[in-house]
């Protein structure tokens, strides 16, 4: 895994393995539940928004294991 950033400015996670996705995901999963009610509304939809691209990734036919951040993040579905 490497992290790029382009000359406008814009940075990518390049070659992330299914393992380095997953540690990524704890992380943040661990970051909302330690600053639950103190994650502005637009890291929120940001986190959501990755938790469920990270969900259609890794869980395909929409059977995930365990609750996603969604419980735990007061945002709208409609970001």
Request: hydrophobic share 35%; with cysteine; net charge neutral.
């Amino acid at each position: 895994m490497y992290i790029d950033k382009d000359s406008w400015g814009k940075f990518s996670v390049n070659d992330l393995s299914e393992k380095d996705l997953r540690l990524l995901h704890e992380a943040l999963k661990m970051y909302v539940q330690q600053n639950l009610g103190r994650i502005h509304p637009a890291d929120g939809a940001r986190i959501f928004r990755f938790d469920c691209e990270y969900s259609q990734v890794l869980h395909p036919d929409g059977k995930s294991k365990g609750a996603g951040m969604e419980r735990m993040l007061d945002v709208k579905h409609n970001t």
